[in-house]
């Protein structure tokens, strides 16, 4: 397995190689890659509206519309590269990492019009459904289901992602519930909710909740909360989906920025490590490696500070992107990319750098595959060649 580490120039990458299964037995050293021969050029093509603290673009599969996530509660819709209204409104508790954080279209959303929210009010995390209204633009506020009630202990590591995979199962990525250190190590207890990341059935109810609960689930059957799916995560703010692989992109405490790709099989009672251990650095002992999942990618502080995790490329502008899955940091600003394929994950680098954005809160992904990028200043781009 290859740990990137380092930015890549001139086909080279500093990385760390494991051996065995314990990455305290890793040599590191600097070794010359054949990398695949870069795509086009790439560049930020800025939207003319500025939004206030965009955390998300997205919008259902095949929809000419955007649907940009703002903190504060507002969701609104740009199409033609104009801002056309807001969709909804919502009462959120906003700040710091609160607010309406998270949307998701249902995979029927073209006949059923559902779609769900994650969202912080008072001090508990809320993942609701919702339904479009007879007006296309805009949805029922007064629609809303409450599907999941989550009492958070601190104001910070809400995590907040929403995504359905390829079961049409509802993920849910939840932080280990804030401070720092994960106090009550919560992300390692199957019976909290919290540190977790969440599967769910959307379209149907059972024992008393407003969900019901995948039979293949690990914990389905007892011995841990039946919603988990993942386990062992600090703040996964940011996670993909794409053709089976599950991307998880988690902040970290004070060492290391991670990026673990679990394909299909892999995913099922997967624990991600912390707070045990952070990427390859072992945070809290005793460290052994047995029954964790360790990621493809990480960086130290020295690189920066919080990654944002992105969007595999499956649209039809870019053709060189196809497969490339997109990362960066909000501290440092920068994005970079890798293709994973078959347990490994290749660097990319690109003919034109894309610079750095400020306060690099999200990425987004419209409904034809093609990526944006989000900061919480107000702007959001779209990557382009």
Not at 127 to 140: G, K, L, M, N
Not at 295 to 316: A, D
């Amino acid at each position: 397995m290859v740990y990137l580490r380092n930015s890549l120039s001139s086909g080279n990458a500093h990385v760390q190689f494991q051996l065995g299964d314990s990455p305290s037995v890793a040599v590191a050293g600097s070794f010359g890659l054949s990398l695949p021969a870069p795509p086009p050029p790439l560049r930020l093509q800025r939207l003319t509206p500025t939004f206030t603290r965009p955390v998300l673009v997205t919008a259902p599969t095949g929809d000419d519309r955007l649907f940009v996530v703002e903190q504060d509660g507002d969701i609104e819709i740009v199409k033609d590269g104009a801002h056309t209204g807001r969709f909804l409104r919502l009462s959120v508790t906003s700040g710091g990492e609160r607010g309406l954080l998270g949307l998701a279209f249902h995979p029927d959303y073209a006949s059923n019009g559902k779609f769900y929210v994650n969202y912080t009010i008072g001090s508990e995390t809320r993942i609701s459904e919702f339904r479009v209204s007879a007006t296309p633009d805009v949805a029922d506020p007064g629609s809303e289901r409450i599907l999941l009630r989550i009492t958070q202990p601190y104001s910070n590591h809400n995590g907040g992602m929403l995504l359905f995979d390829q079961d049409g199962y509802l993920l849910i990525a939840l932080g280990d519930g804030g401070s720092a250190g994960d106090p009550g190590n919560r992300a390692q207890n199957p019976s909290n909710l919290l540190g977790k990341i969440l599967r769910i059935d959307v379209d149907r109810t059972s024992s008393g909740r407003q969900y019901a609960i995948p039979s293949d689930n690990p914990y389905a059957g007892g011995g841990g909360a039946p919603e988990v799916w993942i386990r062992g995560v600090r703040n996964p703010w940011r996670i993909a989906y794409d053709r089976g692989n599950l991307f998880v992109a988690d902040v970290g405490q004070g060492q290391r920025e991670e990026v673990t790709v679990l394909p299909r099989d892999l995913q099922r009672g997967a624990n991600l490590g912390w707070r045990t251990w952070e990427g390859t650095h072992c945070h809290a002992g005793p460290c052994s490696t047995s029954g964790f999942a360790f990621p493809q990618v990480e960086y130290t502080h020295s690189e920066g500070c919080s990654i944002t995790g992105g969007f595999v490329y499956r649209g039809m502008e870019i053709p060189g992107l196809q497969g490339t899955y997109f990362f960066g940091d909000f501290c440092g600003g920068w994005i970079r990319s890798f293709r994973f394929e078959n347990g490994v994950a290749s660097p990319v680098k690109w003919q034109t750098d894309l610079g750095t954005v400020p306060q690099l809160s999200s990425f987004g992904q419209d409904g034809k595959g093609e990526l944006y990028v989000t900061s919480l200043d107000g702007r959001v781009w779209k990557i382009v060649r």
